[in-house]
Nanobody, 123 residues
Framework: QVQLVESGGGLVQAGGSLRLSCAAS????????MAWFRQAPGNERVFVAG????????DYAESVQGRFTISRDNAKNTVYLQMNSLQPADTDVYFC????????????????WGQGTPVTVSS
């Protein structure tokens, strides 16, 4: 069982930066692949970035490539999402998720979810 708690969301002007953190409970954090998703009310969760358990495999959605960076610190049981050059279109609630699958494809492949942290980018 893994519990995930996100933090770091907030209000920022366009062009600004935020760093999201996701703290995980449990001693097996290093065995989970992690990811960040975003979701608007009434919409499905959309993949933003993912990182393998070892950190050697990283994927990004095309819309954030070059602007966002996902990383993890297994010693601190934490995964991060550094968000730079934020745009109003990035406004959403951001969730972190964990899975034991080696090659997760969709949101349904993730077993554990945090409660989400809101990100609002003003123009």
């Amino acid at each position: 069982q893994v519990q995930l708690v996100e933090s770091g969301g907030g209000l920022v002007q366009a062009g600004g930066s935020l760093r999201l953190s996701c703290a995980a409970s449990g001693r097996t954090f290093s065995t989970y692949a992690m990811a960040w998703f975003r979701q608007a009310p009434g919409n499905e969760r959309v993949f933003v970035a993912g990182i393998s358990w070892s950190g050697d495999k990283i994927d990004y959605a095309e819309s954030v490539q070059g602007r966002f960076t996902i990383s993890r610190d297994n010693a601190k049981n934490t995964v991060y999402l550094q968000m730079n050059s934020l745009q109003p279109a990035d406004t959403d609630v951001y969730f972190c998720a964990a899975t034991t699958l080696i090659r997760p494809i969709t949101a349904d492949d993730y077993d554990y979810w945090g409660q989400g942290t809101p990100v609002t980018v003003s123009s």
